[in-house]
C-alpha cells in the first residue's frame, strides 16, 4: 500500500484522541490528526500492517466507524470499503460513519454505498473524484465545509435526512442530476468554481442556496421542489440557465453577472432587491419540465391561490425581461 498524505500541519490538536504521527515541535506540533483505531495508539493510515488487517476483519457490513482527521490513499479507502460490503447486494453498507476532517488523495469511490445512520464529512477533503453516485443516505448527510478539489459526483443519490453542504467549495465540477433530497437540502454559502448540475433533482422539503456562488455554471435544472427554492444572495457569475418547479422561489438580493434565461413553473417569485449586471430573462414554463427522453421530471407542487402580480413579489406567469 502507498503511503498516506501527510496531514495538513496545524497548531491546533483535535478534540479526539490522535495519532500524531510525524509529528514536529517546529513545522509540524500536531501531526497526523487521525483518531485512534480502538485499542490502539494510531489511525487507521498509520497502523502496522498486522494491526490493520486485524481491525479491517473485524468489521461487517452495517458497522459504525470513526476516522475522523484520517488521511486515506485509494488503496486504504478500497480495502475499508470491502471490508464493509454487503456481498449480497453487492455494496458497502456503514452504520454511523464519521470521516470528519479526514483527508481522501485520489478518488473516493463511495459509489452505491448506503448509510443507514448519520453520515459525516465536514471538513473532509477530497483532492481526486468524490463519487457518490446512487450513495443512500438513510439520516442526515453532513458535509459542511468539506472541499471537493476534483470532479464531485451525487448523481442519482437519496437524501432521506437533512442534507447538509453549507459553506463546501466545489472546485470541480459538481454532479447533483437526478439526485433526491426527501428533507431540506442546504447549499448556504456553498462556492461552485465550475459547472454545477442539478439536471433532473428532486426536493420535497426546502432547497436552500442562500449567498452560494455559482461561477462558471452554464445550466440549473430542470429543478423540482414541493416547497420554496431559496437563492436569496446567491450570485451567478456567468450565463445561466435556470429551470425550476416549485411553490415558491426566493430571489431577494440575488445577483447575476452575466446574462440569464430563468424558467419557472408554478412558482410565485420574490425578487425583491435582485440585481442584474446583464439582461436576464424570467418566464413562466407553460407545461412541466421534461427529461432528455420526454418524461416528466418528478412530481410537481399542487396549485395553490397566488397573490396578484405586484413588485417585488410577482406571480411569474408572462415573459419579464430585465436589462
Known amino acids: 500500500m502507498s503511503t498516506p498524505p501527510p496531514p495538513t ?3 491546533e490538536a483535535p478534540s479526539w484522541p490522535h495519532c500524531a504521527h510525524g509529528a514536529d515541535p517546529v513545522t509540524n506540533p ?23 488487517t486485524a481491525y479491517l476483519t473485524g468489521l461487517a457490513p452495517g458497522a459504525d466507524i470513526d476516522h475522523r482527521g484520517t488521511p486515506f490513499t485509494e488503496t486504504l479507502l478500497d ?81 432521506f435526512g437533512v442534507a447538509w453542504f453549507g459553506k463546501a467549495q466545489f472546485s470541480g465540477d459538481a454532479r447533483f442530476d437526478e439526485a433526491q433530497f426527501s428533507s431540506i437540502a442546504w447549499f448556504r454559502r456553498t462556492q461552485f ?24 455554471s452554464d445550466r440549473w435544472g430542470p429543478l423540482v421542489c414541493k416547497e420554496r427554492v431559496d437563492l436569496s444572495g446567491a450570485v451567478f457569475g456567468a450565463p445561466v440557465t435556470l429551470e425550476i418547479a416549485a411553490d415558491r ?31 436576464v430573462a424570467l418566464t413562466a414554463h407553460p407545461v412541466p419540465f421534461t427529461d432528455r427522453g420526454g418524461v416528466a421530471c418528478g412530481r410537481e407542487p399542487a396549485d395553490r391561490p397566488r397573490p396578484v402580480c405586484g413588485s417585488p413579489r410577482c406571480r411569474a406567469w408572462t415573459p419579464r425581461i430585465w436589462s
Open 30 to 52: 500536531v501531526g497526523c490528526r487521525g483518531i485512534h483505531v480502538p485499542g490502539h495508539t494510531a489511525c487507521l493510515a498509520h497502523l502496522n500492517d498486522t494491526d490493520r
Open 9 to 11: 500541519p496545524s497548531t
Open 193 to 216: 468554481s465550475r459547472v454545477t448540475r442539478f439536471e433532473e433533482a428532486q426536493f420535497s422539503g426546502n432547497a436552500e442556496f442562500r449567498e452560494a456562488q455559482f461561477l462558471t
Open 79 to 159: 480495502q475499508l470499503l470491502i471490508a464493509l460490503t454487503d456481498l449480497t447486494t453487492p455494496h458497502p453498507h456503514f452504520g454511523t460513519a464519521e470521516f470528519r476532517e479526514a483527508q481522501f488523495s485520489g478518488d473516493a469511490r463511495f459509489d452505491w454505498a448506503r448509510f443507514s445512520r448519520d453520515a459525516r464529512f465536514q471538513k473532509a477533503q477530497f483532492s481526486g473524484i468524490a463519487g457518490f453516485d446512487s450513495a443512500r443516505f438513510s439520516r442526515d448527510a453532513r458535509f459542511q465545509k468539506a472541499q471537493f478539489s476534483g470532479v464531485a459526483r451525487f448523481g442519482g443519490a437519496r437524501f
Open 249 to 279: 422561489v426566493s430571489c431577494v438580493r440575488t445577483r447575476w453577472e452575466s446574462t440569464a434565461t430563468v424558467r419557472v413553473r408554478r412558482a410565485e417569485v420574490d425578487l425583491g432587491y435582485a440585481v442584474w449586471t446583464a439582461p
